[in-house]
């Protein structure tokens, strides 16, 4: 069999496709000599000019706009791996969270996903735009530097498609977006809001699977980040920079985490059930514990919490509190 590059590849057992992506083996792992010769650093051929956040093409994409042709399976279905992938750097230092650029910053880096969304949502391969953020050692971060990814995708994420699939039946049975409803519960409720503001609202979900998940949704019914008005994009910016303050201060270090964004697809369908919100997954379950998917998470995608979201919501709301009380930065 001739050496591989990238294909999509079928699970025909629970219908997904899977980005075989050899390639990706050889992207570099940052040491501590290597960061002064970090690529998103000021001085590196890659970020020349003048910029505050800056999009660039991934150098070791999982997606490419012109693929191989994928090796054909007698049995198994096979497609090229068309798409891109891109890096957004969101500030020229080295170190640091979203909650430690300014606010007019981060409603940048709003902006460029919003811009990025609908630029690549735009071509006719492209069928959903993924950006995401992976902070901390733990999470797999080889590349230290604030940055968040992007992956133009061929097909709808299984995990977006069952959310779809839901707020979908939902609607046609309540005449209402589900999302709409769960934000409607979370505030009526109030116990596991961690932070509000005028346009978003922040909060532990019921039916948390990570220990100190927090979901952001704004309050406005809207499908995609371009949806957002000016003055909204500055909330949204305030309520990340919110969360991930809340985060480093839980514990007093650096929280590691996955940040996600779901919005609607880019395939030209409508979309209106469906509703724009962010999610995060921090690993951590205590200062010196991790949360680990084991055999019932994984091997049977059920998930168990071994707490309650009401108490790691409380937790988050004092640390929350701590953090109002040493820094003016996050307050009104």
Avoid at 200 to 210: G, I, K, M, N, V
Avoid at 270 to 290: A, C, G, M, N, T
């Amino acid at each position: 069999m001739r050496e591989q590059s990238s294909e999509l590849r079928w699970n025909p057992i629970l219908r997904e496709w899977v980005i075989v992506a050899a390639r990706r083996e050889e992207r570099p792992v940052e040491s501590v000599e290597e960061i002064e010769r970090c690529p998103f650093c000021p001085g590196s051929p890659e970020v020349e000019g003048e910029w505050d956040v800056l999009s660039l093409p991934n150098k070791y994409p999982a997606l490419t706009p012109n693929p191989p042709s994928p090796v054909r399976h007698w049995f198994y279905r096979t497609k090229p791996a068309m798409g891109a992938c891109e890096v957004i750097i969101e500030t020229k230092e080295h170190e640091g969270d979203l909650c430690d650029l300014s606010l007019e910053k981060m409603k940048n880096v709003v902006d460029l996903y919003a811009e990025r969304y609908e630029e690549l949502g735009g071509l006719g391969h492209v069928k959903y735009v993924f950006i995401f953020r992976n902070k901390g050692e733990v999470i797999g971060v080889t590349l230290h530097h604030p940055h968040s990814q992007l992956y133009a995708l061929p097909f709808i994420p299984p995990l977006v498609a069952r959310e779809l699939e839901s707020s979908r039946r939902y609607f046609r049975r309540r005449g209402e977006c589900l999302f709409c409803r769960v934000l409607s519960v979370e505030r009526k409720d109030g116990v596991r809001v961690v932070y509000e503001n005028r346009d978003f609202t922040c909060f532990l979900p019921f039916y948390a699977r990570w220990p100190y998940e927090v979901h952001v949704y704004p309050k406005r019914h809207v499908q995609s980040l371009p949806e957002l008005r000016h003055d909204e994009r500055f909330s949204l910016a305030d309520a990340l920079r919110r969360v991930t303050a809340i985060y480093n201060s839980l514990f007093g270090f650096s929280m590691p985490y996955i940040m996600v964004i779901h919005q609607r697809p880019t395939d030209g369908r409508d979309y209106r059930y469906y509703h724009l919100h962010v999610e995060f997954y921090p690993p951590y379950r205590s200062r010196d514990k991790l949360k680990y998917p084991a055999g019932i998470e994984r091997g049977a995608g059920t998930w168990t919490y071994d707490a309650t979201p009401e108490e790691k919501a409380e937790e988050l709301r004092k640390a929350a509190a701590q953090l109002n009380e040493r820094s003016v930065m996050y307050r009104g």
